[in-house]
């Protein structure tokens, strides 16, 4: 059974730059089956998506947050990383990172395994 | 604002068939499929459908999608209280280099 770990710092300071990692157990960074993505929730507010990153090459990012945003795949650690920086109080949210399974149709979007999602808050 | 335009609220009773739409645009509904997103209170989103009409295994066939131009639809057939949730689209949106969009969500009251 996969499964997606989120793990990073809950308190981030105004203009710092958020690093958050995802362990993927039951499966490999390395499939060219899936991209691995991060996508997340600002407080009672709808999802967002961030970005994709597939293992060697091909990222995708949300437009209104592309400037800010790294997403990288360590496949030796079975992990993919989120790097937000510049952040603000409107970064505040839970960050989900998921799996998109874009093998099963060659369509974006079939997110067939999340991890728990991890609260950021950006706070002095 | 959404660039997937959802209703924010939907109900029924026990038992009942509802229906949420998900209205898009020819970048995003209108050429690519549309995937349905169920997210219980205090959890992560979970997967109802993808491929626009594809129920995972283990999802109830009491949920289906349905694609038609640019709009889709999610429909939960006999309604039962657990089925009390937020539900989302999502698709692929082929503007600006391509990204994912999602709805703005749906709360489903069961009465």
């Known amino acids: 059974q996969v499964q997606l770990q989120e793990s990073g710092p809950g308190l981030v300071k105004p203009s710092q730059t958020l690093s958050l990692t995802c362990t993927v157990s039951?499966?490999?960074?390395?499939?060219?089956?899936?991209?691995w993505g991060w996508i997340r929730q600002h407080p009672g507010k709808g999802l967002e998506w961030i970005g994709y990153?597939?293992?060697?090459?091909?990222?995708y990012y949300n437009p209104s947050l592309k400037s800010r945003v790294t997403i990288s795949v360590d496949t030796s650690k079975n992990q993919f990383s989120l790097k937000l920086s510049s952040m603000t109080a409107a970064d505040t949210a839970v960050y989900y990172c998921?799996?998109?399974?874009?093998?099963?149709?060659?369509?974006?979007?079939?997110?067939?395994?999340w991890g728990q999602g991890t609260l950021v808050t950006v706070s002095s | 604002q959404s660039v997937l335009t959802q209703p924010p609220s939907a109900s029924g009773t026990p038992g009942q068939r509802v229906t949420i739409s998900c209205s898009g645009t020819?970048?995003?509904?209108?050429?690519?499929?549309v995937n349905w997103y169920q997210q219980l209170p205090g959890t992560a989103p979970k997967v109802l459908i993808y491929?626009?009409?594809q129920r995972p295994s283990g999802v109830p066939d009491r949920f289906s999608g349905s694609k038609s131009g640019t709009s889709a639809s999610l429909a939960i057939s006999g309604l039962q209280s657990e089925d009390e949730a937020d539900y989302y689209c999502a698709a692929w949106d082929d503007s600006l280099n391509g990204h994912v969009v999602f709805g703005g969500g749906t709360k489903l009251t069961v009465l």
């Open positions: 039951g499966g490999s960074v390395s499939s060219g089956a899936y991209y």
């Open positions: 990153k597939w293992h060697s090459g091909s990222a």
């Open positions: 998921a799996r998109d399974y874009y093998g099963s149709s060659r369509y974006f979007g079939y997110l067939d395994y």
């Open positions: 491929n626009s009409n």
């Open positions: 020819s970048s995003n509904i209108g050429t690519n499929t």
